[in-house]
């Protein structure tokens, strides 16, 4: 079992540009959640997606965007990026509501 | 809104037992999880209590105390492998779906021989 993946592991951008982030989860799982963990912190839930739709947010701009794939993979898209939005960016996976949460390694972002 | 309170850092010597501990304000409780997080590596789970009282698993023991908003994990015999970060955090109060976890800024363990 590969666990949940995710891709690139590492990214530099512009600030201003686009840039998306992909996470496969772990096989069985259907829900997806991303999270943001700048450098020293814990990491800040961003959403969560569950049958193709975004089924919960956290306090996060509309700049950040995701999609879920049929194949339960998903996507998250940031736009205009800012020098703020350098960070690790998780994705967690998990089958059932209250069931343990399995995280990628994550993709590390950096943008000058 | 939701508060967690740990630790920055803490340093411990192999073999011995290290306490970290985790303070928490959420305005409805469902839940405490505990992740073990190792440099550019995924978080990965270590337990979760919902119930006040001790859960122990191997070398690892988590407290919580939900009228004191306290909980603690409990490592013994350390190891130096155990050097990592621990984050603690709790379900969000509006999580119907789980995986909305407000996580603490984590405490980094460094485990010395």
């Known amino acids: 079992d590969a666990g949940v993946t995710q891709s690139p592991t590492h990214l530099i951008k512009t600030r201003g540009q686009q840039v998306t982030l992909r996470c496969s989860p772990k096989s069985g799982h259907d829900t997806v959640s991303w999270y943001q963990q700048a450098l020293g912190q814990g990491p800040q839930f961003i959403f969560q997606?569950?049958?193709?739709?975004?089924?919960q947010r956290g306090n996060f701009p509309d700049r950040f965007s995701g999609h879920q794939f049929p194949n339960y993979s998903s996507e998250l898209n940031v736009n205009a990026l800012l020098l703020g939005d350098s960070a690790l960016y998780l994705c967690a996976s998990s089958s059932d509501v209250w069931n343990e949460a399995f995280f990628g390694q994550g993709t590390r972002l950096t943008v000058v | 809104g939701q508060n967690i309170d740990q630790p920055t850092e803490m340093t411990a010597t192999e073999g011995a037992i290290v306490q970290i501990n985790c303070t928490y304000q959420t305005s409805g409780f469902n839940g405490l999880f505990w992740y073990q997080q190792h440099a550019g590596e995924a978080p990965t789970f270590l337990s979760y209590?919902?119930?006040?009282g001790l859960e122990e698993k191997g070398r690892f023991s988590s407290f919580l105390s939900r009228s004191k908003g306290y909980s603690y994990l409990l490592l013994k015999e350390l190891q130096m492998k155990d050097s990592a970060s621990y984050l603690c955090a709790v379900r969000h109060p509006l999580d119907n779906y789980g995986q909305n976890f407000v996580f603490g800024p984590g405490t980094r363990l460094s485990v010395l021989p």
């Open positions: 209590n919902v119930l006040d």
């Open positions: 997606y569950y049958e193709e739709e975004e089924r």
